[in-house]
Every structure is written in structure tokens, then in C-alpha cells.
């Protein structure tokens, strides 16, 4: 086992989306995301062989597909699975900070 504290994590931005890797191996990513309200994040083109989970665990986020323009409302406690190939970003469509945590199998390039 291994812990990792968050001043370990890797942090980078996605637009205005403060992102933070905490674990990368050759099977899985896993980060977090931060935004503020009203701020949408970066698009991600997807992963072509790897499926990603979000997990909103605090705040209100809209997740778009912007290759089929559907979107999907998001609350605290909701998860979406986003399968391979499917670009996406992320919006905070409420009045607090959101987080957002995700993981990615296998590792995304």
C-alpha cells in the first residue's frame, strides 16, 4: 500500500479547472478536479481505450458530451461513467466550489 498526501499530488490546469493527480500506474489514474461557480472546464477528448468515472463529491456540475451535445445534471454523491472515445468537460452549475474526483482503467496517455 501506498499514501499519498495532496502536496504529493501533481497539480495542473485544465482551462480554469484546477486538476490534481494522485495516483498513476500502468492500469489506473486517479485525480481530482476543482471549480469554481459558473466555471467550465477544459474538453477532454476521452480516452480511446479507457472508460472514466467522476464522482461529484461536492457541488452541482452539468457534464457535457460535445460530441453528441447531450448533458447530463450532476449533485453531490452522483456518479457518471464515461465510456471510451467521449469528449467531455465539465461546468459548475452551482453556487458553491465543486469537486469532482475521477479515475480511469486502464491508465489514460
Known amino acids: 500500500m501506498k499514501v499519498i498526501k495532496k502536496e504529493e499530488?501533481?497539480?495542473y490546469l485544465d482551462g480554469p479547472e484546477?486538476?490534481?493527480?494522485?495516483?498513476?500506474?500502468?492500469?489506473i489514474v486517479f485525480g481530482s478536479s476543482t471549480l469554481h461557480?459558473?466555471?467550465?472546464?477544459?474538453?477532454d477528448p476521452g480516452h480511446p481505450e479507457g472508460h472514466e468515472v467522476f464522482y461529484v463529491s461536492r457541488g452541482e456540475v452539468?457534464?457535457?458530451?460535445t460530441q453528441t451535445d447531450e448533458f447530463y445534471e450532476l449533485h453531490e454523491g452522483d456518479i457518471i461513467l464515461v465510456y471510451e472515445g467521449e469528449p467531455?468537460?465539465?461546468?459548475?452549475i452551482g453556487t458553491d466550489m465543486a469537486v469532482i474526483t475521477w479515475?480511469?482503467?486502464p491508465k489514460i496517455d
Open 62 to 65: 452539468l457534464m457535457h458530451n
Open 103 to 105: 479515475s480511469c482503467a
Open 37 to 43: 461557480p459558473g466555471q467550465t472546464g477544459g474538453i
Open 88 to 92: 467531455h468537460e465539465l461546468t459548475n
Open 18 to 27: 484546477i486538476c490534481r493527480e494522485y495516483v498513476i500506474t500502468p492500469k
Open 9 to 11: 499530488s501533481r497539480i
